[in-house]
């Protein structure tokens, strides 16, 4: 935008976007029989250690909606995108407003978080495979917590952007887990379950930008938002008591 303005940045984006489609398209195929780069060996190893999958056209909503894990999963996973939407809607405004970045230092600094809750995303999937599942959700979630809260107290702003960057890499250790639960518990429904999970999950992600902007034009501090997301964590993590990933929703 310092460069050539705000309007081209649109159009460079775009183009971004339909040159990684175009790569995508070229690359991506829907099985590994599909692929040309995937040889006759490579291809037996992969059968070999695949579970069998079954697919059902029966959907079975009346277990799924008195499925305990499910609603809890949907709890869960709105506390993850009530403070993800700060991030997506808020975070400039924020280190503009709340810690006094210039504009033209804010790109680097509102892509701290992202870059670390990417490298985050990677670890949480490592984690997930080592690990049962409650640990490292749980931890993650009160990780984002207490990181949250440290950033919504702290008067230096060094510290305050990096205990915001670490509370957004902690939650994003959770998603491997969330996506792994839902096949746990939803195994032949694992799409209808990963679905319910994300939609419901959303209302959180739904309420955060509105909130935020109300607590903050009304009381005239980012501290109370960034505190609530926080609690909104901790609440979040303690609803993984109720998620028994060996429970599937239509028995075992």
Known sequence: MGAVGWRPVYWIFSVLGLLWAAVWTSWYRNSPEEHPSVGPQELEEIREGSPTLTRSDHVPWKAILKSRNVWALCGMYSGYTFGLYFYLTWLPTYLQEGRGISVAEI??????????????????????????????????????????????????????????????????????????????????????????????????????????????????????????????????????????????????
């Open 107 to 252: 790109g680097f600094y509102a892509a701290v978080p992202w870059v670390t809750a990417s490298a985050c995303n990677l670890i949480g999937g490592v984690l997930t495979d080592w690990m049962t599942r409650r640990l490292p959700a749980m931890c993650g979630l009160l990780g984002a917590a207490l990181f949250l809260t440290i950033a919504a107290l702290a008067e230096n702003t060094t510290l305050g952007i990096a205990a915001l960057a670490l509370s957004f890499g902690s939650a994003d250790l959770i998603l491997a887990v969330c996506w792994a639960t839902c096949l746990d518990v939803g195994r032949e429904h694992a799409g209808t379950v990963s679905g319910t999970m994300n939609s419901l999950g959303q209302i959180g992600g739904a309420i955060a930008p509105i909130l935020f902007g109300y607590l903050v034009e009304t009381y005239g501090s980012w501290q109370l938002p960034l505190l609530i997301a926080a609690g909104y964590y901790v609440i979040s993590a303690l609803l993984w008591l109720l998620i028994d990933p060996e429970q599937s929703v239509v028995g075992s």
